[in-house]
């Protein structure tokens, strides 16, 4: 029976609430329970891959080679210094993708085929998404089983959680049956600290 990891989309539409550092700290954590974990950078903004010690700048190839179908997924992952944990890197390159997957066949399951062969390697793959609902994190979104949330602690964070609710519920109905929301994880949390009372 082939092997198949657990695969974890960690989403949010908005930027800036901590979904790289999410990402890279739960896969870093995983590690140490003796798993063999891939990350996969999908934001053109390439934070992940900066954050493993790697330069976005100086790939000879990133992800976007692999979803516009130039090259294999096993040719361009890299090995970070921690042990067990590999990456998917990305760079600036993947801001094309949106727009050329529009009219690519079968464009919601690039991602899924791109990973087809590298599942038996791994026991877990973290997928760090765009701060975007387009076809990037829909492709995530196919080929995940589950969806990590990061979100603010705060009011307004919660107006863009309705969309997201949205598109994974299309997403349930039209490609993945199986997908399902693992959780929110609140971030950046905000603690005031009065100033003592003089006597």
Not at 35 to 55: C, E, H, M, R, Y
Not at 62 to 86: A, F, M, P, R, W
Not at 162 to 184: H, M, P, S, W, Y
């Amino acid at each position: 029976m082939e092997k198949r990891p657990k695969i974890i989309s960690v989403s949010n539409q908005k930027g800036g609430v901590g979904k790289t550092t999410t990402t890279i700290n739960l896969a870093t954590a995983m590690v140490s329970f003796n798993k063999k974990i891939l990350i996969v950078d999908l934001d053109p903004q390439a934070n992940a891959t900066t954050g493993l010690g790697f330069s976005s700048r100086n790939l000879d190839f990133s992800i976007y080679d692999v979803l516009s179908q130039q090259v294999t997924t096993e040719q361009v992952i890299l090995k970070t210094q921690t042990s067990n944990l590999d990456l998917l890197p990305s760079n600036i390159a993947l801001t094309g993708a949106e727009i050329e997957l529009v009219t690519a066949f079968s464009r919601e399951q690039r991602l899924q085929r791109a990973l087809a062969n590298a599942l038996e390697a791994y026991d877990i793959i973290l997928i760090d998404c765009p701060p975007a609902l387009g076809l990037l994190t829909v492709n995530a979104f196919v080929v995940a089983k589950e969806i990590l949330v990061p979100i603010q602690c705060e009011y307004y964070a919660l107006e863009g959680l309705g969309q997201l609710l949205n598109t994974v519920r299309l997403v349930q109905q039209n490609l993945n049956k199986d997908l399902n929301i693992a959780g929110i994880i609140m971030t950046l949390s905000l603690i005031h600290i009065s100033e003592p009372t003089r006597p």
